[in-house]
């Protein structure tokens, strides 16, 4: 049974810091290109960060410089580091794992960033 399970999320002021953490399961974790997602009320889901097995990362452009996704085979984990949140970064965090045409979600975390 695959198994993605977000952590991490909760309540934070404006310019705070969270790490989200996507634990997984059921996967060859190594394979899989893995990804965060969101979804901000009365919006469509959008990628935030993504990094492939290599690792090569990519990111949208309103989180470069402010958000960092990593990923730690080891533990057959996948992060995301959020710096400088801001109000807009409000929404449901979903992880992803991705290969050719087959997709596994987590069940997401919310994230609300206000004073």
């Known amino acids: 049974q695959v198994q993605l399970v977000e952590s991490g999320g909760g309540l934070v002021q404006p310019g705070g810091s969270l790490t989200l953490s996507c634990a997984v399961s059921?996967?060859?974790?190594?394979?899989?290109?893995m990804g965060w997602y969101r979804r901000a009320p009365g919006k469509q889901r959008e990628l935030v960060a993504s990094i492939t097995p290599d690792p090569r990362t990519t990111y949208a452009d309103s989180v470069k410089g402010r958000f960092t996704i990593s990923r730690d085979n080891a533990k057959n984990t996948v992060y995301l580091q959020m710096n400088s949140l801001k109000p807009e970064d409000t929404a449901v965090y979903y992880c992803?794992?991705?290969?050719?045409?087959?997709?596994?979600w987590g069940k997401g975390t919310l994230i609300t960033v206000s004073s």
């Open positions: 992803n794992a991705a290969r050719i045409s087959t997709n596994y």
């Open positions: 059921g996967i060859m974790f190594t394979t899989y290109a």
